[in-house]
């Protein structure tokens, strides 16, 4: 990934929460057959004190089939992002000297995967992974609330991924590189928008803008 100086993140615990808010991630890899992507929720974790993903896919995925264990991998996790129109920036209107772009936030993790076909460590997978993405539900659902014979009969339908992650790193493109006045002009014109992005990206370029003042 590209990363100029100025929007390269290097805060540890930025980079994890952001993994833990938006576990939805592309798993690219490599095989006999040539790239390989998939679309899954991941799930960061210790596991024997190194930082690990975790999560599943379904059986009938030849994803373990075709790539080798411990063969290596990319992971990417997208944040929020969003248009940034040069109408944003009070500079246009003295100069005209202003583009488009598009202002995002991703993570890259790099890491070498393997693959679980142990129903027991499988079912704790699913239960951690139960728990937390059923934390903010009024009554949250677990694997207990199903009958144990449905769950004994799906648990062989998937196979397990874990990935030892070797590198991370992050872009948190939000207009950095524009001076104070444009920053306020940004975060003006997207705290009007009802889009979530938006208005977190809007949020991310004021707390650049204070940090620079």
């Known amino acids: 990934m590209y990363i100029p100086k100025k929007f390269k993140q290097s805060d540890t615990a930025a980079l994890k929460t952001l993994m833990v808010e938006y576990p939805f991630a592309t798993l690219i890899g490599t095989s006999e057959l040539g790239l390989e992507v998939n679309h899954i929720p991941l799930m960061l974790k210790q596991v024997g004190g190194k930082d690990t993903l975790q999560g599943h896919i379904a059986k009938a995925n030849p994803l373990w089939k075709n790539i080798s264990n411990k063969a290596e991998v990319l992971v990417v ?17 003295a100069t ?3 583009v ?22 499988n079912l704790d997978l699913l239960k ?3 728990r937390q993405h059923e934390a903010l539900q009024p ?10 014979q449905y769950i004994a009969k799906m648990l062989p ?8 992650i070797s590198s991370v790193v992050g872009k948190w493109k939000v207009s950095q590189n524009q001076p104070t006045t444009n920053k306020q002009g940004i975060f003006n014109a997207l705290s009007g928008e009802n889009e979530s992005h938006a208005l977190k990206i809007g949020e991310l370029v004021k707390s650049h803008m204070e940090e620079s003042t």
Do not use: Q
């Open 139 to 148: 009554k949250p659902w677990s694997i207990e609330d199903a009958p144990k």
């Open 157 to 164: 339908a998937i196979v397990g991924i874990e990935i030892n």
């Open 128 to 130: 951690c992974l139960t």
């Open 100 to 121: 488009p772009t598009w202002n995002y936030v991703a993570v890259h993790v790099k890491g070498h995967i393997s693959f679980v076909h142990d129903n027991t460590r």
């Open 96 to 98: 005209g000297k202003a």
């Open 77 to 93: 996790f997208n944040g929020p992002n969003c248009y940034i129109s040069p109408n944003y920036y009070p500079t246009k209107m």
